[in-house]
């Protein structure tokens, strides 16, 4: 049965409570690392989000792209652009075509480098590993050193990793974790990425 209006108030004033008791428990400051996996829609397209949520601070946010099947995305016209945010493609030299492993473990590792240096940079508030659980799926990068360099960033820079499949190592490491659900995706009813939602 529904709940009265009396009923109903006093219910949402003790939720209110508990809410309120939470909110003041949480009172630390942590540069977060967060991971953002599963096979559904959303995980790029998050991060991206929390890219421009800097920006709207006066933040400085680095990204570096790992694999992109496509050029001209949505989020690179318009956040590659902006003098706040570097932004890296490194997944350029994938040869999924050859199939050439240590070719692929040396684009890897350079693109490993250009993180490494955004994460020692304390100027950047926010850095974007977007699709690099891939490379830790395939083996091209060492998961121990991933680790160490995201253990070992300044105390104040937050992260967000994005991608399917995230190794174990990686959700331990991590402050906050969101796996994504594909429920369903247009796409399989044969409709095309779609520019401003797909890319
Ligand atoms: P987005 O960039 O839209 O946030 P994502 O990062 O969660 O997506 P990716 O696996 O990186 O997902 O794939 C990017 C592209 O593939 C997007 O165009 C997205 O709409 C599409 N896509 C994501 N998940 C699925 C799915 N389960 N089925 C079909 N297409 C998908
Ligand atoms: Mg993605």
New binding site residues.
């Given amino acids: 049965m529904p709940d009265n209006s009396e009923q109903h108030s006093r219910r949402m004033a003790r939720k209110k409570a508990v809410v309120d008791a939470a909110i003041a428990r949480a009172d630390q400051d942590k540069g977060l690392l967060l991971v953002?996996t599963?096979?559904?829609?959303?995980?790029?397209?998050?991060?991206?989000g929390m890219v421009a949520r800097c920006l709207g601070y006066g933040y400085k946010a680095g990204v570096a792209q790992f694999?992109k099947?496509?050029r001209d995305?949505g989020?690179e016209k318009f956040l590659g652009n902006q003098p706040d945010v570097q932004w890296h493609v490194l997944g350029d030299g994938f040869t999924w075509d050859t199939q050439n492993r240590d070719a692929d473990i040396a684009t890897a590792q350079r693109g490993w480098a250009v993180a490494q240096n955004m994460l020692k940079d304390d100027s950047l508030h926010l850095v974007v590993l977007?699709?690099l659980t891939y490379l830790l799926k395939y083996g091209y990068l060492d998961e121990k050193q991933v680790c160490n360099d995201l253990a070992s960033r300044p105390a104040t820079q937050h992260v967000v990793i994005?991608?399917?499949a995230a190794p174990q190592c990686l959700l331990d490491l991590a402050d906050t974790v969101s796996e994504?659900a594909?429920v369903k995706?247009?796409?399989?009813a044969g409709i095309r990425?779609?520019p401003g939602?797909?890319?």
């Fill in positions: 953002l599963g096979n559904g829609k959303g995980k790029s397209s998050s991060a991206f694999l099947s496509r995305t989020e977007d699709e994005t991608g399917r994504i594909d995706h247009a796409f399989r990425a779609q939602i797909d890319l």
